[in-house]
């Protein structure tokens, strides 16, 4: 037997976040975390302590958290995880708010909007907009077979109405048209020195060429041909590409482009909107809000 403080400050002696111990020990005690802290002196029988240490070598060598408990926080779903998806992060919820937003705005007049989430994973962002908007027709597209069988598996737990799409971007999508994309597509440059710690994800899920910017450029050019005339394109991308995106953008046609900042107040989304035929030419001048 060894006692929960015994563990931790092992835990503490590997690196690990205190945080993170706590929610590896209430994963394998089937506690709460608030449990685990009123119950230091608890004792843990010796198979699940090494279980536990297992877990703790695990994450002092960065396997992303949501793999170890298989589970994930997003917008206020649960969502299982594993090492096929990329681990939702919680900056990508600005691309949500931004939707959301939308939805409830300038597009609140589109009874039925039909919304596509290019790249889904584990399905976070789709199965988000599909729960705050009901109204919504919610599609996702994934090429991986792997992602794409555990973000359907998300859907049916929390019985959200997506149409799961198999395919790369826009493909599946032939002859459709929708209100509203998003995508958090892959974003990394090849050969990025922060590769390394993300070793443990997918790498088609990060790496996008050798200056991050390839599927960015593959989305946004082939947008138009799939939103319908005032829709909107959203993209998530790294902290240092909103001028690039912006740009991307705005040689592609679109109007009100503009880049909205995350939790730590990085330009972190940048989208834009597709004119009506009636509109004039789109501005170049990009703008933050």
Known sequence: MTRIDTLLAEARA???????????L????????????AHEDAEVPAALATQVRADFARRADQVPLAYLTGW???????????PGVLDPRPDTETLVDWALGLLAGELAERPAPRVVDLGTGSGAIALALAQRCPRAQVLAVEASAEALALARA??????????????????PLAGMA???????????????PHLPALRHEPRQALVAGGDGLDALREIIANASAHLRAGGWLLVEHGHAQAEAVRALLAAAGFERVRSRRDIGAIERCSGGCRPHLADRPATRSPYMD
Do not use: C, K, M, T
Not at 178 to 192: C, F, K, M, Q, W
């Open 178 to 192: 929708v209100d509203l994309a998003l995508s958090n597509p892959p974003y990394i440059a090849d050969g990025d």
């Open 14 to 24: 590997l690196g690990l976040d205190r945080l993170d111990a706590q929610l590896l």
């Open 154 to 171: 998300n859907g049916q737990r929390l019985g959200l109405p997506v149409r799961w799409l198999a395919g790369h971007w826009w493909a």
């Open 72 to 82: 994930r926080e997003f917008y206020g779903l649960a969502l299982q995880v594993g």
């Open 26 to 37: 209430a994963h394998h005690l089937q506690r709460p975390r608030a449990w685990v802290i």
